[in-house]
């Protein structure tokens, strides 16, 4: 389900007709204070501080985030341990101004550029002693020898690169993912027939990716015309007939208003198509980051940085604003002339969401599928019966020659 404007711009009227200067700033954002959240640092460190495992205290075995119970587990021996935590821990959002000026800052300093996620890194596993190694962007990941979970120390809150502020702990359950992918396949009406039988078929990865959420208040100022159509009769005798003409009328005004938690994926490599349409998230259960919740999953840093994720967001806002004063102008028609925004008041927040992926071939193709592991909604790309299509075209032409006919009939009566 794609995400509704309503549900993430909120409107501010301007009434003292200010709409096109600067824009007030709103009130500070309270804090998100999550009881039972923390940012301490668990578990213990690997190869000098390069890693993080979370060791079990009942057989010495690593610890995994268990869904269920939103808790670590031990997938041997079936301790279990509540997450450390902080209840005075909170979720703030962020100066957007202030970080790219400090970032800036911290280059100069050192004299170069940020961390980059095109490194290789690797980190002795702490239980067998093999070598974990990370590529690009991943910072959460298993042993391949023994599966013990591993993270990338310090990734997450390096001061070279921009600290993850919060974290939605995966809700859904591969299972419950299972059965909503399984509804999916169902449901695509025009896939082949043995790909329905069969389904998706494909090992489910659990993968925390990397967004911005973006605040920001703006004030737009606009001018276009309003059309609205009237009809008249032209002609005489057989080619007498109506005509539909359109009147227009100019239209200006001005207005604010604040957009909310504005998502942009900041990972490559993935259909952003699909995964955009897993919105809305809900960000209201997010809780400030800890590395607890990343254990036994996948997760990756951020790749688009956070200059370059406000021009995301900023084209979405611009589409939403565009529409505005279309739904503004009114009428049957609207032209637009100009429309003019600034920007104020931009904040920002480094969140992980959670996604169940799976790959699956189809007739030696490959295909991707993404579950929204907070609400179980299924996107993701599907292959197609060209014969299902072909014949429902050839049934809808048949069907508009059938009406075309009925109605020539009736019409020489």
């Known amino acids: 389900m794609a995400r509704n404007d309503d549900d ?30 923390t940012t301490a640092v668990a578990g213990a460190t690997v190869d000098e501080g390069k890693g993080r495992i979370f060791p079990c205290e009942g057989c010495g075995a690593d610890l995994e985030f268990h869904i269920g119970q939103q808790g670590l587990r031990c997938p041997f021996c079936g301790f279990e341990k509540e997450l450390d935590l902080d209840p005075e ?33 690797e980190v002795k596993c702490g239980a067998c002693g093999a070598t974990v190694v990370f590529r690009g962007a991943l910072t959460s990941s ?41 509804a999916w396949v169902k449901s695509r009406w025009f896939a082949p027939n043995d790909f329905k039988r069969r389904g998706a078929e494909g090992k489910f990865r659990g993968v925390y990716l ?23 009769t032209v002609g005489s005798g057989k080619n007498r007939r109506r005509v539909r003409r359109t009147r227009w009328y100019p239209a200006s005004g001005h207005f604010q208003r604040f957009f909310d938690d504005v998502l942009v994926l900041a990972a490559k490599g993935l259909p952003e198509k699909h995964v ?15 590395q607890q919740v990343l254990a036994g999953m996948l997760a990756q840093t951020y790749e ?32 637009v002339h100009s429309i003019q925004t600034t920007y104020g008041a931009i904040t920002y927040k480094h969140v992980l969401l959670p996604l169940w992926l799976l790959t699956y071939r189809f007739r030696d193709r490959l295909f991707r599928v993404v579950v ?40 020489s009566r």
């Open 304 to 335: 688009i940085d956070l200059d370059e994720g406000f021009v995301h967001a900023r084209s979405r806002i611009d589409a939403a604003i565009h529409l505005e004063v279309r739904r503004r102008i009114g009428g049957d028609e609207q032209r």
């Open 8 to 37: 993430v711009f909120d409107e501010v009227e301007d009434p003292g007709g200010a709409g096109a200067g600067a824009p007030p700033a709103p009130p500070p954002p309270p804090a998100i204070v999550i009881r039972g959240s």
């Open 142 to 182: 298993s042993c391949a020898f023994c599966d013990v979970p591993v993270q990338r120390e310090g990734v997450h809150a390096a001061t070279e690169r921009i600290a993850v502020d919060a974290v939605l702990p995966f809700s859904v359950e591969e299972q419950a993912a299972r059965r909503n992918l399984a």
């Open 372 to 411: 929204n592991a907070g609400t179980g909604e299924v996107q993701g790309e599907r292959p197609w019966s060209w014969i299902k299509i072909t014949l429902a075209v050839l049934a809808g032409l048949a069907a508009a020659g059938a009406v075309a006919a009925v109605a020539s009939v009736s019409g």
């Open 89 to 121: 821990a909170a979720i703030r959002e962020q100066d957007f101004h202030a970080m790219l000026s400090s970032l800036a800052q911290r280059r100069r300093e050192k004299h170069r550029d940020t961390a980059s996620a095109d490194d290789l890194h």
């Open 276 to 290: 955009q349409e897993l919105e809305p998230w809900p960000l209201e259960v997010c809780v400030p980051f800890t």
């Open 210 to 232: 990397p967004y911005w959420t973006y605040d920001a208040m703006t004030a737009t100022a606009y001018r276009g015309e309003r059309g609205e159509h009237y009809w008249v």
